[in-house]
């Protein structure tokens, strides 16, 4: 058979018969007519969803107030974070998406600017939707659960909203639970080496267990470990507890070392506005060692145990730009001690720091801080040495030694109940080298430390000698390397008590807060 009888004979059984064509209209004829079914428009295409308008709007360099497309949040999808319980990323973005949350008692100190941003089911735009997600990737960053978030939208058809309706999908590069480094570190007159290690999201809740231990020229070892664990699975609340033993080596102003073990626990709430709040139960025991021949009698008297049942509070507020160059801004900070719960010291005790700084002319910074405490005694007897304050040094009181300011015996250190220092610096770059993290510097500083606290030896207060400042100035250059500064000054003090530790001429200091 050819090809082309095949071909016919399929012709054939795919035409139909006209006699059956015939008696199909004849039926259509008797029941009326064609169906009208055949007669009816076909369904209309489905409307564009308003996020494809959305997304292209956002490109734009402007965009039409009055012509910006509605969405509804319908759902956040997190991707990625097997480690993490189910409960507690509910938890982390039931403030996104639960309305009743706002009626909770504190909703607005435990939640914040959360509370503000569109629930899913309300109308919003896609730059609200952006902020939503900007804020909820960076809870997520800052309890250290992600190393990258990438964002993905995707419109959905509902019933109710077919063109609104939008889901947002988070997908998360987990972070290593594990991290191990060792290091060196120099910070107020001190180098350290240590190792640290941390282990992150122990339980699924974002609890981190972190350990160090090191060795430095001041602190001769400390080992420190610390549980923090995210309140209300909330990044502005946590709960630490940690542990801490040191030995610390005082020779430089006291001729003795110090040992420290301490237990310490605290709650933390930190704001996106540059505010810090802490309240802190400590329980330590304080000893002094290695007495060196040389000690003072009075160190000998002061140098015995003693065990601190402390609760603190602590608060911050810094606006700097750079809160390590300090270029422009304000910081201020505000500690307050009662030692007393049980123990064998008891007193009230608060210091307060504060700063301002800005920036004028070409390149130019000006600075001025003050520093302040008083020590209360509140069981009658002196406090023991290591609550006192102490004074002096390439980070405080410039062109002294290390803590010389203030009550001394022999050439030890004996410290105060009371203090105060301001300092006014300013800042230029090197001519022609502007660029350069290497800076000119000039300065004046002055302070006083001492014991007015009435005691055993004097029934009354005696702010005489607080009132009496050191006094000095000098200029030199500093470097900026990340948190730590590096100064080299040139200067003399101007204004000295006899016992005071001068250093004149060229001074040295590494650290992390200068005054």
Not at 49 to 73: C, F, G, S, W, Y
Not at 223 to 230: A, H, I, K, R
Request: aromatic share 8%; with cysteine; glycine share 8%.
């Amino acid at each position: 058979m050819s090809a082309k009888d095949v071909m016919s004979d399929a012709a054939h059984a795919l035409a139909p018969d006209p006699e059956e064509v015939n008696a199909t209209n004849v039926e259509k004829l008797e029941k009326g007519g064609p169906n009208e079914s055949d007669n009816e428009p076909p369904p209309p295409p489905p409307q564009t969803h308003n996020l494809e308008k959305a997304m292209k709007q956002i490109q734009l360099p402007i965009i039409d107030p009055t012509d910006v497309p509605i969405l509804r949040l319908h759902d956040i999808l997190l991707y990625g974070v097997k480690d993490t319980r189910h409960d507690f990323l509910m938890a982390l973005c039931r403030p996104y998406m639960d309305p009743a949350v706002a009626t909770e008692p504190w909703a607005q100190v435990r939640y914040g600017h959360r509370l503000h941003f569109s629930k899913p089911g309300d109308t919003t735009t896609m730059p609200s939707i952006l902020q939503l997600i900007t804020s909820l990737s960076s809870d997520i960053s800052r309890m250290e659960l992600a190393k990258d978030i990438s964002v993905q939208f995707e419109p959905l058809r509902s019933d109710k909203h077919p063109t609104e309706d939008v889901d947002v999908i988070l997908k998360i590069k987990p972070v290593s639970r594990f991290f191990l480094r060792t290091s060196t570190s120099v910070g107020n007159s001190e180098g350290t080496a240590s190792v640290q290690g941390k282990l992150r999201n122990v339980f699924g809740g974002a609890e981190t267990l972190e350990g160090s231990a090191s060795l430095g020229t001041r602190t001769k070892h400390s080992y420190n470990f610390v549980f923090s664990s995210p309140v209300f699975a909330c990044p502005d609340f946590w709960a630490n507890v940690s542990a801490i033993s040191q030995h610390r080596d005082l020779t430089a102003f006291i001729r003795a070392h110090e040992g420290q073990h301490l237990l310490r626990s605290s709650l933390i709430y930190a704001k996106g506005d540059g505010a810090r709040h802490e309240l802190a139960y400590e329980a330590s025991h304080r000893h002094f060692h290695h007495i060196l021949p040389d000690a003072s009698l009075s160190i000998r008297r002061l140098a015995k145990p003693s065990f601190k049942s402390a609760i603190s509070y602590t608060f911050e507020h810094d606006t700097r730009d750079n809160t390590f160059a300090t270029m422009v801004g304000s910081y201020f900070r505000s500690f307050t001690e009662y030692a007393g719960l049980g123990g064998d010291t008891s007193y009230f005790k608060t210091d307060t720091q504060a700063s301002v700084s800005d920036t004028f002319g070409n390149g130019l910074t000006w600075s001025l801080a003050a520093k302040t405490g008083l020590l209360i005694p509140l069981n009658g007897c002196d406090p023991c040495l290591n609550d006192r304050f102490m004074l002096g040094g390439p980070t405080c009181i410039r062109m002294f030694r290390l803590n010389s300011l203030g009550p001394k015996f022999s050439h030890d250190s004996l410290g105060g109940d009371a203090f105060w220092a301001v300092g006014a610096s300013l800042l230029s770059p090197i001519p022609m080298r502007s660029h350069w993290p290497l800076k000119l510097h000039a300065f004046t500083n002055m302070g006083q430390l001492a014991q007015v606290q009435p005691s055993a030896a004097r029934k009354n207060h005696n702010w005489t000698e607080l009132v009496q400042p050191s006094v000095s100035a000098g200029f030199g250059v500093l470097f900026q390397q990340g948190p730590v500064r590096l100064e080299l000054n040139f200067g003399l003090p101007l204004v000295a008590r006899v016992g005071d530790g001068i250093r004149k001429g060229l001074q040295f200091g590494i650290g992390i807060d200068f005054l």
